[in-house]
């Protein structure tokens, strides 16, 4: 049964489809997709009066909320296809087109999301067994997208911005004030900024049984070290209880070696260990940021009320790295 406000959500999105896709498309099918605490999607089909129908994913940020870059994301993702790495199509995309807000419309990729599945789903076993090679390639792609062709991506330090941020929020908590302290101590050596991903991990994928069909969630891209990218992949919340630690998939000499073979850059491993630390503490204040977000008012939301649970166990991950 369809909703009052499914159907709007539909004639919304018939009205940005049909310059691209022709008069008289329909939309239908429409399912809110489970995930995504900070924007919305939604699987539907587009029908036309000619040729099939088109499955299709609308991403947008929920009602209400403060504007998220989606139409950057959707330059994003156009770049990164050029560049080779395996993203969705974009269809359309737009700031407020005819009441959708910030969206994007790109085209459906069956597989698998859910990371839990991917590392215990058996027909997924010769996935897992190639996903940490697959993403020290990918990341090399990601790294190569010209700076030129995503303009006004920011960048500038990092640990700073962070920093500033948790102040921001009021919220304190000693063992990330210690681990701010442990990474001003002991700076990784800068790089060159390149295109950084910001959210590249497991959950962020879409995989079937060859490994790695698309890389999703650019909302959090900027420019910076590649070396982040590579870290926040390691994060401990990203291994899902697996002991493996590139994503619960992978061994760390695989990622490595594959992304120094396609990007030609070293990998410094001590500097490598700082930005996991850093991605470490980055996911605690996440944590509090979108938890606030709920408490404030700004987005009712039980999952990110719920996320607001994960600080603690993030400030032990965060204890347990520092030496």
């Given at each position: 049964?369809?909703?009052?406000?499914?159907?709007?959500?539909?004639?919304?999105l018939r009205a940005v489809l049909e310059p691209r896709l022709g008069p008289g498309v329909t939309v239908d099918d429409l399912v809110r997709l489970a995930g995504g605490s900070s924007r919305e999607c939604w699987r539907f089909t587009a029908r036309r009066a000619t040729g099939a129908?088109?499955?299709?994913?609308?991403?947008?940020?929920?009602?209400?909320?403060?504007?998220?870059?989606?139409?950057?994301?959707?330059?994003?993702?156009?770049?990164?296809?050029?560049?080779?790495?395996?993203?969705?199509?974009?269809?359309?995309?737009?700031?407020?087109?005819?009441?959708?807000?910030?969206?994007?419309?790109?085209?459906?990729?069956?597989?698998?999301?859910?990371?839990?599945?991917?590392?215990?789903?058996?027909?997924?076993?010769?996935?897992?067994?190639?996903?940490?090679?697959?993403?020290?390639?990918?990341?090399?792609?990601?790294?190569?997208?010209?700076?030129?062709?995503?303009?006004?991506?920011?960048?500038?330090?990092?640990?700073?911005?962070?920093?500033?941020?948790?102040?921001?929020?009021?919220?304190?908590?000693?063992?990330?004030?210690?681990?701010?302290?442990?990474?001003?101590?002991?700076?990784?050596?800068?790089?060159?900024?390149?295109?950084?991903?910001?959210?590249?991990?497991?959950?962020?994928?879409?995989?079937?049984?060859?490994?790695?069909?698309?890389?999703?969630?650019?909302?959090?891209?900027?420019?910076?070290?590649?070396?982040?990218?590579?870290?926040?992949?390691?994060?401990?919340?990203?291994?899902?209880?697996?002991?493996?630690?590139?994503?619960?998939?992978?061994?760390?000499?695989?990622?490595?070696?594959?992304?120094?073979?396609?990007?030609?850059?070293?990998?410094?491993?001590?500097?490598?260990?700082?930005?996991?630390?850093?991605?470490?503490?980055?996911?605690?204040?996440?944590?509090?940021?979108?938890?606030?977000?709920?408490?404030?008012?700004?987005?009712?939301?039980?999952?990110?009320?719920?996320?607001?649970?994960?600080?603690?166990?993030?400030?032990?991950?965060?204890?347990?790295?520092?030496?």
């Open positions: 049964m369809t909703t009052a406000s499914g159907v709007e959500l539909g004639e919304q129908p088109r499955h299709l994913v609308l991403r947008r940020d929920p009602p209400g909320s403060p504007a998220s870059g989606v139409r950057l994301e959707s330059q994003l993702l156009t770049a990164a296809g050029a560049a080779g790495v395996p993203v969705p199509a974009v269809v359309t995309s737009g700031d407020a087109g005819a009441g959708l807000g910030a969206f994007v419309v790109v085209e459906f990729l069956d597989g698998e999301t859910i990371p839990r599945r991917i590392l215990r789903d058996d027909a997924l076993a010769g996935a897992r067994a190639a996903m940490a090679t697959q993403c020290g390639e990918i990341l090399a792609d990601i790294h190569r997208i010209p700076v030129s062709d995503v303009p006004g991506l920011l960048g500038g330090d990092q640990l700073e911005q962070l920093q500033a941020l948790l102040d921001e929020l009021g919220q304190p908590h000693p063992a990330f004030e210690l681990g701010f302290r442990w990474l001003a101590a002991n700076r990784a050596p800068p790089s060159p900024e390149v295109v950084v991903h910001g959210d590249f991990r497991n959950g962020n994928f879409i995989v079937g049984p060859e490994g790695i069909r698309a890389v999703l969630d650019w909302e959090l891209t900027h420019l910076g070290d590649p070396l982040e990218d590579l870290g926040w992949l390691c994060v401990k919340s990203w291994r899902f209880g697996s002991p493996l630690p590139v994503g619960g998939f992978g061994r760390l000499d695989e990622l490595v070696s594959a992304y120094e073979r396609a990007s030609g850059r070293h990998v410094d491993r001590d500097a490598l260990f700082w930005w996991q630390v850093f991605g470490t503490l980055r996911w605690g204040v996440i944590c509090i940021l979108q938890t606030m977000t709920h408490v404030s008012g700004t987005v009712r939301s039980v999952e990110l009320a719920a996320i607001g649970r994960r600080v603690a166990e993030v400030e032990w991950d965060l204890l347990e790295m520092l030496p």
